[in-house]
């Protein structure tokens, strides 16, 4: 199994984030409308606000603090003031377990 155990599905609801520590680094564990589980990094690009702490809409997480909403995908800002994206890493679930690989993953631009 690649991939570090963070928590099991059942812990991961749809309208919250779990903040997980993945080989030191802090993680914003989600789960979209669909049920899909994505995982990006948990500090805002634009301030060090934890992204966990913000607000799950459709497919983005919104930081509580300005307003920036990054889609869980891809980790890109789609509304400022935020403009670098977060890192995004691969999930895999096996039973109920969630892994997440501490290697963030390329997103092409
Ligand atoms: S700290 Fe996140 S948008 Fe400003």
Do not use: N
């Amino acid at each position: 199994m690649s991939g570090v155990r963070v928590c099991s599905v059942s812990e991961v609801r749809v309208d919250q984030a779990l903040r997980v520590m993945v080989d030191g680094t802090a993680v914003a564990v989600v789960k979209d409308s669909a049920g899909e589980i994505h995982a990006l990094g948990d500090t805002c690009t634009h301030g060090d606000i934890s992204l966990a702490e913000g607000f799950v809409e459709d497919d983005t997480l919104e930081c509580w603090a300005h307003g920036s909403r990054f889609e869980l995908k891809s980790g890109r800002p789609l509304s400022l003031p935020a403009y670098e994206p977060v890192p995004v890493f691969d999930v895999t679930v096996v039973d109920d377990d969630v892994y997440v690989d501490p290697v963030p993953k390329r997103v092409d631009a």
